[in-house]
């Protein structure tokens, strides 16, 4: 299976690799120069929407941008996926912005270079059909399931209903935690040391990916108030008890 993979940041550069793995022919774009699997194809944009199948791997806020930027020029047979992880906004982009007929497929793997740095066998991908269309998306779906992962179908809204209270705490989590400046100590619990993980994991991606997990989530901001409810009442009750 001949796929592209639009953006070499840091996922992009790891779901190209994961994609040849699968034993896909990959090609590849990148605005910028990154490290990149031998086995990936460097190309011009222009020929990376030529592509049958073309994998999105840019940040969430900079989506719809390129989709006005290469709407025009994609290949009309060309099948555009996106890898965001918040799925509302994206899937409303490609409907927008596409031309009529264009087939787009709204895609979320719920990893990246840390979680499956391991192997992908086994980890979570959301699927989200977002226009009438059988073919295509059902290659992709055996595509993903070829690659031993957990294939999860939803609507967009449903994934980031899920994903605020899932993956945005998490993040938002980790990055405060950073904040704390907390470091490793030889007293460590296993707790402790779970949440440092957290903090590995999350902080280790771009702060515009926190940014826009958290802008473009359109359930970020009730997980926010929701978690900042839940602490302000655990100190409340911590002030009770040393009245």
Not at 11 to 34: I, M, N, P
Not at 53 to 66: A, G, K, P, R, T
Not at 67 to 96: E, N
Not at 135 to 145: A, D, G, P, Q
Request: proline share 4%; hydrophobic share 35%.
């Amino acid at each position: 299976m001949k796929v592209g993979v639009y953006g070499l940041g840091r996922f992009g550069s790891f779901w190209a690799k994961t994609l040849c793995d699968a034993g896909c022919t990959v090609q590849a774009y990148s605005r910028s120069e990154h490290a990149v699997d031998e086995r990936v194809t460097k190309v011009s944009e222009d020929e990376i929407l030529k592509c049958p199948y073309i994998f999105f791997c840019v940040s969430i806020s900079h989506f719809e941008e390129v989709l006005k930027r290469i709407s025009g020029r994609v290949d009309p047979s060309s099948v555009i996926i996106d890898t965001c992880s918040v799925k509302t906004y994206p899937a409303k982009w490609m409907k927008g912005n596409l031309a009529a007929g264009q087939v787009a497929i709204a895609t979320h793997p719920m990893f990246g270079p840390d979680s499956g740095k391991n192997g992908v066998c086994g980890l979570p991908v959301v699927l989200c059909k977002i226009v009438d269309e059988d073919e295509h998306y059902s290659k992709i779906r055996k595509l993903f399931v070829s690659m031993g992962l957990k294939v999860l179908e939803m609507s967009p809204m449903e994934h980031d209903r899920e994903a605020a209270y899932s993956q945005g705490v998490t993040h938002f989590v980790g990055r405060t935690l950073k904040e704390m400046g907390l470091e490793d100590t030889e007293i460590a619990t296993q707790g402790y040391k779970n949440l440092m993980s957290i903090v590995e994991q999350t902080c280790n991606d771009p702060m515009q990916l926190f940014c826009d997990l958290q802008r473009y989530n359109p359930y970020a901001k009730e997980m926010r108030l929701s978690l900042q409810v839940a602490i302000e009442k655990v100190l409340n009750r911590l002030m009770k008890e040393e009245m």
